[in-house]
């Protein structure tokens, strides 16, 4: 049982860029959700989701998107990568039934 | 909308000492309460949750939280630290029925010898 994956641990990104950070759970959770975290501001909403084909914006979604095709999988898209987004990104997923969100190891995002 | 407050950026305790971590939040329905713990690296890795019922919640590795709706707060506590405590604390309101997390800007724990 892995729990939360996310691919890749690290990445440099030049400005303008594009990518997908990927995340992938095997505990059939209902919810999952993106955090970015930053020195002294904890973590911070990007997007949620509570079921497939079902996202919702949570506090710092500007610059990101996300899909959720399937129950698995819920990848977070830089669509232009620029200096603030520069960041710790979590991954979570929670069952609807037992709450408790159960976070992947991060992935660590530097834009130059 | 939902807010967390943790008002110690930064504790220092002595091993062997208890611990109490505040945590206050704003959430206008009864909350669904949560802290995490993360270590140097690490990804957070939950520690206990509230719900309703019994307002002294058990978690794991010895620590303990205990709600108190007048007061809005939701503090974890430890009767005694050991070196590995050592860590990041963060207390999290749940919203929309614990669809999503709103976390405290954390506090960091330091254990002195």
């Known amino acids: 049982n892995a729990g939360v994956t996310q691919t890749p641990k690290f990445q440099v990104l030049k400005t303008g860029q594009s990518m997908t950070l990927q995340c992938a759970q095997d505990?059939?959770?209902?919810?999952m959700s993106w955090y970015r975290q930053d020195p002294g501001m904890g973590l911070r909403l990007i997007h949620y989701?509570?079921?497939?084909?079902?996202?919702d914006q949570g506090e710092v979604p500007n610059g990101y998107n996300v899909s959720r095709s399937t129950t698995e999988d819920f990848p977070l898209r830089l669509l232009s990568a620029a200096p603030s987004q520069t960041s710790v990104y979590f991954c979570?997923?929670?069952?609807?039934?037992?709450?408790?969100?159960?976070f992947g190891s991060g992935t660590r995002l530097t834009v130059v | 909308a939902q807010s967390v407050t943790q008002p110690d950026i930064h504790i220092t305790v002595s091993e062997g000492a208890s611990l109490e971590l505040r945590c206050n939040y704003s959430?206008?329905?009864?909350?669904?309460l949560f802290w995490y713990v993360q270590s140097p690296g690490q990804g957070l890795q939950l520690l206990l949750k509230?719900?309703?019922?019994?307002?002294l919640v058990q978690g794991i590795k010895g620590f303990e939280a205990e709600f108190k709706r007048s007061q809005s707060s939701f503090n974890l506590r430890k009767p005694s630290v050991h070196w590995s405590d050592a860590a990041e604390y963060f207390c999290?309101?749940?919203?929309?029925?614990?669809?999503?997390?709103?976390f405290g800007q954390g506090t960091r724990l330091t254990i002195n010898p």
């Open positions: 979570a997923s929670s069952s609807q039934l037992n709450y408790g969100y159960t």
């Open positions: 505990m059939n959770h209902e919810y």
């Open positions: 989701s509570v079921g497939a084909g079902i996202t």
């Open positions: 959430y206008g329905a009864t909350p669904y």
């Open positions: 509230y719900f309703s019922g019994d307002t």
């Open positions: 999290a309101v749940g919203a929309q029925g614990a669809q999503k997390l709103v």
